[in-house]
């Protein structure tokens, strides 16, 4: 018996869903050649029943359950009947959106779940038109077709790596940066696509991202597949106000859910590394003020040598800030430069350039007045030079105002979501409190 039953009267439309449910998972998928398995199938009502409740579920599925093809056929009955219910008023999709924590399982989903769950549809008639799902991911994993043009023909009398430089020229063909290897850190960030593009850009008309851009935006998309990093930025920007990432959706499932306070950590944390300053200077030099970015480079250069002899790193282990003289009269410098040099520039740099080196100076100012915030900790980047990391400690908080707060149904699941007590640390970490339109379970 599913808890929905003890407590929503179901209607004829959900009811219906539940009954397709049984059906795909009892008959369809057994002719198909997977067998049934009575936790998968009780998991994939369940699901349906928190989507359907405006609940939130937490999932509890161990290894080889099968919650993916679970929540694949709870969002797809969901969308079909629930439309049903609306077809007045409903003349789009709203796509489900799925967010995972690695590439792995984005691609797993893509290009092996929903392209068979699609075809089983479509073969025995339960869907009139194929399952379509798209990857979303961040600007900066796609390539701006003007930066790449300058780029390559800045270096073109340049000395090179040779493997750097062919990842470079590999992307005339490729725009994902993520499908090229060898691209240098430095070039990942100088040729993706900006935050903002230029109006009169020459490129726009045959720009490969915004082809992308429009492709992934269309109607007819059932699922946005996207790390859990970029959904809370989406769910960040819908909060501030501000344009949404994503197509707009009525239905969340969070996989690999124990990994999204990690994510949180990240967003609602900042950091700084000497990749992010070359890459202000580099802009500087472009906004002609070649002599300011020089001084910023080999002062900025001392910083973070100093740092590194003050600190002992093993083995890419992040470690805690030691406030030594040294470290601090260090800081102090370098984080007024940076400030000294958005005011001077002001008026003559643009205003994102300005908050760059604003956003490098707070960082270092956390680091000199530590607060109760952030937790303040050094990891060293690839080319083991020190990475000033500030995380906040409101990740509960976070998370209830940008995700759960926003009244989507969502399921999230996990083969750790349960421990010892049951979901209550799971619960503390996510913030999800008892005013959340929850519900939980364990299938083990
Ligand atoms: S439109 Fe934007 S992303 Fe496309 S080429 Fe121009 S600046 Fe780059």
Not at 74 to 84: G, L, P, R, S, V
Not at 234 to 257: C, F, M, Q, W
Not at 406 to 427: E, H, V
Request: glycine residues 6%.
């Amino acid at each position: 018996m599913r808890d929905a039953d003890k407590t929503v009267p179901m209607g004829w439309h959900q009811k219906k869903a539940h009954e397709e449910v049984d059906h795909i998972f009892q008959e369809l998928m057994p002719k198909h050649g997977l067998t049934v398995r009575e936790e998968q199938l009780r998991l994939s009502h369940e699901m349906l029943d928190a989507l359907w409740g405006n609940q939130i579920a937490l999932c509890d599925a161990g290894v080889g359950i099968g919650k993916t093809y679970a929540y694949l056929v709870a969002c797809i009955m969901k969308e079909k009947y629930a439309k049903q219910v609306g077809n007045l008023f409903r003349t789009e999709n709203y796509p489900a959106v799925i967010s995972t924590s690695s590439i792995a399982l984005q691609e797993a989903i893509l290009q092996e779940y929903i392209p068979f769950q699609s075809r089983l549809l479509m073969k025995e008639k339960l869907i009139c038109r194929p399952l379509k799902a798209v990857v979303r991911k961040g600007k900066e994993h796609f390539v701006c077709d003007s930066r790449l043009n300058q780029r390559i023909a800045s270096i073109q009398d340049k000395k090179k790596n040779g493997n750097q430089k062919k990842a470079l020229l590999a992307l005339r063909t490729c725009y994902d940066m993520d499908q090229v290897h060898g691209l240098s850190g430095f070039d990942r960030r100088l040729v993706c696509v900006p935050k903002f593009c230029p109006k009169n850009c020459t490129e726009r008309e045959t720009c490969r991202y915004r082809r992308y851009m429009k492709r992934v935006k269309s109607t007819g998309i059932h699922f946005q597949i996207c790390n859990h990093n970029y959904l809370l930025a989406d769910a960040s920007h819908r909060t501030k106000g501000y344009n949404p990432l994503l197509s707009d959706y009525r239905a969340l499932v969070i996989d690999e859910a124990h990994k999204l306070p990690e994510a949180a950590v990240q967003m609602c944390g900042k950091t700084l590394c000497s990749d992010d300053i070359l890459e202000i200077c580099y802009l500087l030099e472009k906004e002609h003020q070649g002599i300011r970015a020089r001084h910023l480079k080999a002062e900025m250069k001392k910083l973070f040598q100093v740092i590194a002899e003050n600190h002992s790193f093993e083995n890419g282990q992040r470690i805690a800030f030691r406030q030594t003289e040294e470290c601090i009269s260090i800081l102090k410098e370098s984080a007024a430069l940076l400030f000294e040099i958005g005011r001077r520039c002001k008026g003559s740099i643009s205003k994102w350039i300005r908050n760059r080196l604003e956003e490098a100076g707070i960082v270092l100012c956390y680091f000199l007045v530590p607060g109760r915030k952030y937790v303040l900790y050094l990891e060293q980047d690839t080319e083991r030079l020190p990475v000033f990391c500030a995380t906040s400690r409101e990740v509960p908080a976070y998370l209830q105002k940008v995700l759960w707060n926003q009244g989507i149904p969502a399921i999230l699941t996990s083969g750790t979501l349960k421990a010892g007590n049951g979901f209550m640390r799971t619960r503390q970490m996510l913030g999800l409190n008892e005013k959340n339109r929850k519900k939980q379970s364990g299938v083990q």
